[in-house]
């Protein structure tokens, strides 16, 4: 809860928060420049929205946690208080996912308000849509986009445990950018010559988060049906990632030496 408080108070949440209702009402606008497509493009830059800002607020709130302890020294009267380094690690990691929780929610009422009042500006035409404006199918595109976020999270955290906040953030920037794109891994062995080489993007495919698999945004705004186990596998494979995560990140917070 110290966390979240601290969160909310930072500008930077707040800035983000605003930026990204701005865009989602912006949407609006944008849609009328197109023909029959404005239903379309307000859902696809209202998800593509959550899910940017809420990129930004996962990873510069996200390095911070651990590294603004470290070097405003508070992290020695944590130490000396009867908790121990785990619950210090998981207390802020839970602590940035109310704050994500909070920010994807505010996201998502925004969407729908536009939504809503596009549906009945535009009922007339309403029947003509691929999927009706309040489409409740949006609302499995932002519960993958939160976990997605949830694990770019438990990323920034692995990384500020014994990185500066720069590296951590360009770190996590890589390994987003590298997990969104790791489908082209898996066959990149058919285009090289060297056998070694392909190995070696075939284990960095496997050890890359599977971020790509998050982004179900075309298929909902489209209106194609997204089964419920495709995003009860996909969940669960980012609750594994995020375990992954966690654990080494206490285990390397433990035996760090703040002398």
Sequence with gaps: MNV???????????????????????SYLIGQLTAGQDLKMIKDLGLAATSV??????????IGLVSKEVERRS????????VDRYQIVLGKYAGLVLTLAVNVAIMTVAL??????????????????????????????LALTFVELCLV???????????????????TFGFFVAGRLSNDLRNFDEVMR???GGRVAEAVYWILPHLAAFDVR?????????PAAYMA???????????????????????????
């Excluded at 979240?4 to 912006?26: H, M, P, W």
């Excluded at 800002?53 to 996200?62: D, H, S």
């Excluded at 409740?136 to 595109?141: G, I, M, Q």
């Design 218 to 226: 075309a298929q909902v705004v489209h209106g194609q049906y997204v």
């Design 194 to 196: 060297s056998s070694a």
């Design 53 to 62: 800002f809420g990129l930004f607020i996962a990873v510069f709130i996200g």
């Design 112 to 141: 729908y308000v536009v939504l809503a009042y596009m549906g009945w500006k535009l009922g007339a035409v309403s029947m003509s849509w691929e999927a009706p404006a309040l489409d409740p199918a949006l609302l499995k595109a």
């Design 233 to 259: 596998l996909t969940a669960g494979y980012g609750v594994l990632y995020i375990t992954a995560l966690l654990v080494p990140a206490t285990v390397i917070f433990s035996r760090r030496d703040f002398k």
């Design 4 to 26: 979240f408080r601290e969160s909310i108070r930072d500008k930077v949440f707040y800035n983000l928060v605003f930026f990204a209702i701005l865009l989602t009402g912006a």
């Design 75 to 82: 992290i020695y009267s944590l130490l000396a208080k009867p």
């Design 153 to 171: 999270t438990a990323l920034a955290l692995f990384f500020s445990t014994f990185s500066t906040p720069l590296l951590s953030a360009a770190l």
